[in-house]
């Protein structure tokens, strides 16, 4: 076998290790047509939990709300603010806002939009390799409060090991490290289509 087959092997046995590792993102964000996407100022609401797992709900909310913060794309109302409106509206806990609350919401806590996110799936995982890897699915919506309309919809999917770059590198073994990944590829995602204050 001659030097230059033998390269071309190693070439490709490597290129096909990067690609079972790259793994694919499934996020897929769709904005209304015609929607103003200029959004300063928003509150993000408790998550909803479709899942078996308590507290999923809870992670994925502090996470994304913490994202938010830390984007410096939005003026984020505080989740102390956020509690304080739905004690004042008698919004139990796993009430979700409906439609006729946009204005009191708008009002009260002056701002533009609203975030309501729901956890649809989480758990472990091991069909995608021998180790069992978190994995989540999310999907967060945004509304226009000055429109009372559906800005967008973002629905995204994430496997810790699809972060993996080679062998154990980079691999995510938690969900709440899944959820922190998740949320900032969102708001990135949301950055690209025009949303947010600058």
């Known amino acids: 076998m001659t030097g230059q087959r033998v390269a071309k092997i190693i070439l490709f046995c490597l290129l096909l290790l990067l690609s079972a590792c790259a793994g694919?993102?499934?996020?897929?964000?769709?904005?209304t047509a015609g929607a103003d996407t200029r959004i300063c100022s928003l509150a993000v609401m408790p998550f909803e939990n479709w899942t078996t797992k308590p507290e999923a709900d809870l992670l994925a909310y502090r996470l994304f709300n913490s994202a938010l913060v830390s984007s410096d794309r939005f003026n984020v109302v505080s989740e102390g603010d956020v509690g304080l409106f739905r004690l004042r509206q008698r919004l139990l806990p796993g009430t979700l806002l409906h439609k006729s609350l946009y204005n009191a919401l708008a009002d009260q806590l002056a701002v533009d939009a609203v975030v309501l996110g729901r956890v649809v799936e989480t758990g472990m995982d091991s069909r995608r390799g021998?180790?069992?890897?978190?994995?989540?699915?999310?999907?967060?919506?945004?509304y226009d409060l000055r429109s009372?309309?559906?800005l967008l919809s973002t629905v995204h999917q994430r496997?810790?090991?699809?972060?993996?770059?080679?062998?154990?590198?980079?691999?995510?073994?938690?969900?709440?490290?899944?959820?922190q990944r998740m949320s900032q590829e969102i708001i990135n995602d949301w950055k690209l289509k025009g949303v947010g204050c600058q």
């Not at 021998?130 to 945004?142: E, T, Y």
């Open 159 to 179: 496997w810790g090991d699809e972060y993996r770059k080679i062998m154990h590198f980079g691999l995510v073994t938690t969900t709440s490290g899944v959820l």
């Open 24 to 31: 694919r993102q499934a996020l897929q964000t769709r904005v």
């Open 130 to 142: 021998s180790d069992k890897v978190p994995f989540v699915a999310l999907q967060v919506d945004l």
């Open 148 to 150: 009372d309309r559906l």
